[in-house]
């Protein structure tokens, strides 16, 4: 089973600043990377996808970069709307995988 | 558009067995790489992939799940169903349904949309 590992486990980011995500696989999962986001009692939604394809309706500010084992989602200016819990998942081998999440706090 | 909601109960005692019902709309189950995934989330914790079915029967399961586990769908009726024998508190949990399709050349792909969830407590 590949591990999914994310970093920080809590951001402190103070409004309009840069948010960088990290997310780091046990073994590559080559680009097959999506990134989600969380808010308080809200399902999951895609953000990100093939580890940078922003996914339908997500805003330019959002990016997804890296490939293999290192991977991050950079929020170029954090919005009030921003702040939740990121994960990441592989979908390049089964079982698929998620790390544990960043959440992305006000500062 | 395409839409899922989880149904099922909210309460289960230990060692029961729990069914879980996902509507769908807006796909069709039959379509080639389609698939409708189960994912689970207990309170205040990370999200934790159960079972997906494929639009050919394909079924995947959580290893250390997998024992415990059984997807189907009914194509005619938009409806996939998970079963998890032997439930335990530890089971606690929000159970959400998602889709996957490969929007790219490749076998799989992310889980989008969500449903809902259902939130499924097992206390005697």
């Known amino acids: 089973e590949i591990v999914m590992t994310q970093s920080p486990a809590t951001l402190s980011v103070s409004p309009g600043e840069r948010a960088t995500l990290s997310c780091r696989a046990s073994?590559?999962?080559?680009?097959?990377l999506a990134w989600y986001q969380q808010k308080p009692g809200q399902a999951p939604r895609l953000l990100i996808y093939?580890?940078?394809t922003r996914a339908t309706g997500i805003p330019a500010r959002f990016s997804g970069s890296g490939s293999g084992t290192e991977f991050t989602l950079t929020i170029s200016s954090l919005q009030s709307e921003d702040f939740a819990v990121y994960y990441c998942?592989?979908?390049?081998?089964?079982?698929?995988?998620f790390g544990q999440g960043t959440k992305v706090e006000i500062k | 558009q395409i839409t899922l909601k989880e149904s099922g109960p909210t309460l289960v005692k230990p060692t029961q067995t729990l069914t879980l019902t996902c509507t769908f709309s807006?796909?069709?189950?039959?379509?080639?790489?389609?698939?409708v995934g189960w994912i689970r989330q207990p309170p205040g914790k990370a999200l934790e992939w159960l079972a997906l079915?494929?639009?050919?029967?394909?079924?995947r399961y959580s290893p250390s799940l997998k024992s415990r586990l059984t997807i189907t769908k009914d194509t005619s009726k938009n409806q996939v169903v998970l079963t998890m024998t032997n439930m335990d508190p530890v089971d606690t949990a929000t159970y959400y349904c998602?889709?996957?399709?490969?929007?790219?050349?490749?076998?799989?792909?992310?889980?989008?949309?969500w449903g809902q969830g259902t939130l499924v407590t097992v206390s005697s």
């Open positions: 079915i494929y639009w050919n029967d394909d079924k």
């Open positions: 998602a889709h996957s399709s490969p929007p790219y050349d490749f076998w799989s792909g992310p889980f989008d949309p």
């Open positions: 073994q590559s999962v080559s680009s097959n």
């Open positions: 998942q592989q979908y390049n081998n089964w079982p698929v995988t």
């Open positions: 093939g580890a940078s």
């Open positions: 807006g796909f069709s189950l039959s379509t080639s790489g389609v698939g």
